[in-house]
């Protein structure tokens, strides 16, 4: 019984809740990301190297023959996952960038001293007059 109180208390942590929503918005995050690359990024890009589609790219190992299918290395489909990650991870760079960039501003502000300071300091000016 022990065993499932630990993981009851482990899956009910906060961080393990900030995890599933970070993977869930970062899903739906892949999605746009597939999306911007599908439908805006490559279609230009393939109209630049002469119309060329990347899911098109193919090499043939053995022609179809009869009732059996063409084997085929489909090098276009992994040239378009390969610039999918480019850009995710140029995405996600970015982000980490900003976050890092804000946390070090934030780190950068000098806090306040506490109250029992700034009274002592003023006890000991009082105190050199």
């Given amino acids: 019984m022990g065993m499932i109180k630990e993981f ?3 899956a009910v942590k906060g961080n393990m ?3 599933a929503v970070g993977i869930i918005i970062g899903a739906a995050f892949g999605k746009i990301v597939s999306s911007l690359v599908a439908d805006i990024i490559m279609p230009p890009l393939g109209l630049l190297i002469g119309g060329v589609d990347f899911t098109d790219l193919v090499y043939t190992l053995k022609a179809a023959t009869g009732n059996t299918d063409a084997v085929t290395l489909n090098y276009g489909i992994f040239i ?3 610039i999918d990650f480019v850009i995710v991870a140029f995405a996600i760079f970015l982000i980490v960038k900003l976050i890092n960039s804000a946390k070090k ?3 950068a502000k000098p806090s306040a001293p ?3 300071v700034v009274l ?5 000016d009082l105190l050199k007059k």
């Fill in 120 to 124: 002592l300091e003023e006890i000991r």
């Fill in 8 to 10: 009851r208390e482990f």
């Fill in 80 to 82: 378009q996952h390969v």
């Fill in 17 to 19: 809740i900030d995890m």
């Fill in 105 to 107: 501003k934030e780190q």
């Fill in 114 to 116: 506490p109250k029992e």
